[in-house]
């Protein structure tokens, strides 16, 4: 079982940038696929990035491609989300959430465990 913290969300001006971590408790972080989700208020929850257990492979939905990053050190069990380039648009509360199959999916059904969510908001 995996529990995840996540951290590292506030406020940053339009443009700006911001990086989330998530921590990740368990021996098994490095097998599981991490995700990254948000939810806007009055929106169903979206997908943003997703990254393989191993680090080589990501992906991203593509109003954020170009902008964000997810990455992974698998060492400390934390993986990121560096936000650059925020837009108003951006504004949600993030979470993180590990997929103990690997598949690195788009879809929250397929994520096992959750993070409790840290609030982004952006000024314009």
């Not at 990254?36 to 992906?59: D, H, L, N």
């Not at 925020?86 to 397929?110: F, I, N, W």
Request: proline share 2%; aromatic share 12%.
């Amino acid at each position: 079982q995996v529990q995840l913290v996540e951290s590292g969300g506030g406020l940053v001006q339009a443009g700006g940038s911001l990086r989330l971590s998530c921590a990740a408790s368990g021996r098994t972080f490095r097998t599981y696929a991490m995700g990254w989700f948000r939810q806007a208020p009055g929106k169903e929850r979206e997908f943003v990035a997703a990254i393989s257990a191993g680090g080589s492979r990501t992906s991203y939905t593509d109003s954020v491609k170009g902008r964000f990053t997810i990455s992974r050190d698998n060492a400390n069990n934390t993986v990121y989300l560096q936000m650059n380039s925020v837009k108003p648009e951006d504004k949600a509360v993030y979470y993180c959430a590990a997929d103990q199959y690997g598949l690195r999916s788009m879809t929250s059904h397929d994520y096992e465990y959750w993070g409790q969510g840290t609030q982004v908001t952006v000024s314009s």
